[in-house]
């Protein structure tokens, strides 16, 4: 069974930092398009940023770009968001997610998720 077991989530001061992680089991992060998405209270899920398997290539939204990193452990199976330069605005829940479908920014394309992780960036 396909398993993503998030971490990394807490409270911060805005201008602080958190790494989460992703976890996998059932599947190889290194074979999948993994995900990272916010879903703010009220809000939709939203697009935060994505790793590729092919290429190697990071995409991010536009508040993450500059502040968020992607990344993966292959040997792991895990992969990672650090977040730097945290503003309330980045409060929500984190969830990572992984398929091989595209377009890469919608929710509906992938088909795994992880059980969530809170961020709260307080002023």
């Known amino acids: 069974q396909v398993q993503l077991v998030q971490s990394g989530g807490g409270l911060v001061q805005a201008g602080g930092s958190l790494r989460l992680s992703c976890a996998a089991s059932?599947?190889?992060?290194?074979?999948?398009?993994m995900g990272w998405f916010r879903q703010s209270r009220g809000k939709e899920r939203e697009f935060v940023a994505v790793i590729g398997w092919s290429g190697g290539t990071i995409f991010y939204s536009a508040s993450a770009k500059g502040r968020f990193t992607g990344s993966r452990d292959n040997a792991k199976n895990t992969v990672f968001l650090q977040m730097n330069s945290l503003q309330p605005e980045a409060t929500g829940l984190y969830y990572c997610?992984?398929?091989?479908?595209?377009?890469?920014?919608?929710?509906?394309?992938?088909?795994?998720w992880g059980q969530g992780t809170q961020v709260t960036v307080s002023s």
């Open positions: 059932g599947l190889k992060v290194s074979k999948y398009v």
């Open positions: 997610a992984a398929d091989r479908a595209y377009p890469y920014q919608c929710a509906a394309s992938y088909a795994y």
